[in-house]
């Protein structure tokens, strides 16, 4: 069975300029997660979603993040403009159907992003 | 805000020898979980308890919750210089979102 896949695995941007994270979950997962890892932290959960619909985002700072699942498959994340204090890992994970915050999650080996 | 936060922040151990760590949170939960991350890697999933059970065992991983102290401890047993890594609890309340904890960095010497 395949990953979480995601892409790119590293990005250097200059600040105030835009990217994009990419995301593809194990086939058949229905719930798809954004999570953002600053260096020696935990995961922080930035958005939620139940197959194409959003279930969670009240942590995405909505003002420069926005994400996107259209089709209920994979997802993008995007930044713009981006702040220094954006630079991390961004992980996606998945989970099985009716697992949503109960089951494990099987987590992509993640993007991390250097702003300068 | 965090809802788990582990102790040991950091922990440094010889091959052979056992390695535990603890984890405490602040609201009742569902579910406590476990996972490992390998430096520059994404997190693995190591073993799940449920709020109705006290201990579990997968291998050489031993995990008890204690839901009247509102803590959790991961045992591994035996470690090798492969279990270098951090360790991150997770957990479920109902209603809530999957909440990491600040993590434990493991280093086994060889």
């Known amino acids: 069975e395949a990953g979480v896949a995601q892409s790119p695995r590293y990005k250097i941007i200059e600040k105030r300029q835009s990217v994009a994270f990419w995301c593809n979950p194990i086939s058949g997962h229905a719930t798809l997660y954004w999570y953002q890892q600053i260096l020696g932290q935990g995961p922080k959960l930035l958005i939620q979603f139940q197959n194409n619909g959003v279930v969670d985002d009240s942590q995405l700072p909505k003002d420069r993040f926005s994400a996107e699942r259209l089709k209920g498959v994979d997802s993008t994340l995007k930044i713009q403009p981006a702040k220094l204090e954006d630079s991390a890992v961004y992980l996606c994970a998945s989970s099985q159907p009716g697992t949503m915050n109960t089951g494990e999650l099987f987590f992509g080996e993640g993007s991390r992003l250097t702003v300068l | 805000s965090q809802q788990g936060e582990e102790d040991p922040q950091a922990l440094s151990i010889q091959e052979g020898e056992n390695a535990t760590m603890n984890c405490s949170y602040k609201t009742s939960i569902n579910n406590l979980q476990w996972y490992r991350q390998n430096s520059g890697r994404g997190l693995v999933h190591l073993i799940l308890i449920r709020s109705n059970e006290r201990e579990k065992h997968s291998g050489r991983l031993r995990v008890t919750l204690d839901t009247s102290k509102k803590s959790s401890s991961l045992l591994i047993t035996a470690s090798r210089a492969a279990d270098t890594a951090s360790y991150f609890c997770?957990?479920?309340?109902?209603?809530?979102?999957?909440?990491f904890g600040e993590g434990t960095q493991l280093t086994v010497n060889p």
């Open positions: 997770a957990t479920v309340s109902r209603g809530s979102r999957l909440t």
